[in-house]
T-cell receptor
Framework: EAGVAQSRRYKIIEKRQSVAFWCNPISGHATLYWYQQILGQGPKLLIQFQNNGVVDDSQLPKDRFSAERLKGVDSTLKIQPAKLEDSAVYLC??????????????FGEGSRLTVL | SQKIEQNSEALNIQEGKTATLTCNYTNYSPAYLQWYRQDPGRGPVFLLLIRENEKEKRKERLKVTFDTTLKQSLFHITASQPADSATYLCALGGSSASKIIFGSGTRLSIRP
């Protein structure tokens, strides 16, 4: 079974530029998550989709971050304009369902963003 | 606000000993708790899930306990090996509509 696929592992941009990350979840997984992990910290949820609807985006800095999950499959996370503090690893994860039965998250390898 | 604390940033133990990691939480009533392993440069990998009505769960050399009164979970690795060296993250999940939140992790090093 193929895992969660994410776009290029390393991205370096200058502040005020824009960047986009792509994620293809495991086939059949209804829930997709974007997490931000700053070095030395645990993953912080940015946005959670159930199919193509947003379940939680309370910690997404909406003035600069946006995300979409068209057709309930692939997802794109965009940052525009980037700030120095956005330097982090952006992890995409998916799960079969949101219910109490599993909740197990399958993560991609992550995309490390460096903002100069 | 909801808070998850993992006992220490780093834990160093001798090979063969039992490693015990702690996860404490406040202002939250999770329906389940999960433990993940994360190697450098990789995404977290799921290890175990324990539900609020379960006291203990085992998987091979791993054991997890969950005390909802103390608001604490303990994660044990018995007969530890250098290959167990990694960062271990605990995560809490609530109702089916709630998000899964992570602690900051404990970096475990097993020395030969």
């Amino acid at each position: 079974e193929a895992g969660v696929a994410q776009s290029r592992r390393y991205k370096i941009i200058e502040k005020r530029q824009s960047v986009a990350f792509w994620c293809n979840p495991i086939s059949g997984h209804a829930t997709l998550y974007w997490y931000q992990q700053i070095l030395g910290q645990g993953p912080k949820l940015l946005i959670q989709f159930q199919n193509n609807g947003v379940v939680d985006d309370s910690q997404l800095p909406k003035d600069r971050f946006s995300a979409e999950r068209l057709k309930g499959v692939d997802s794109t996370l965009k940052i525009q304009p980037a700030k120095l503090e956005d330097s982090a690893v952006y992890l995409c994860a998916s799960s079969l369902n949101q219910g109490l039965n599993t909740g197990e998250l399958f993560f991609g390898e992550g995309s490390r963003l460096t903002v100069l | 606000s909801q808070k998850i604390e993992q006992n220490s940033e780093a834990l160093n133990i001798q090979e063969g000993k039992t490693a015990t990691l702690t996860c404490n939480y406040t202002n939250y009533s999770p329906a389940y708790l999960q433990w993940y392993r994360q190697d450098p440069g990789r995404g977290p990998v799921f290890l175990l899930l324990i539900r609020e009505n379960e006291k203990e769960k085992r998987k091979e050399r791993l054991k997890v306990t969950f005390d909802t009164t103390l608001k604490q979970s303990l994660f044990h690795i018995t007969a530890s090996q250098p290959a167990d060296s990694a960062t271990y993250l605990c995560a809490l999940g609530g109702s089916s509509a709630s998000k899964i939140i992570f602690g900051s992790g404990t970096r475990l090093s097993i020395r030969p």
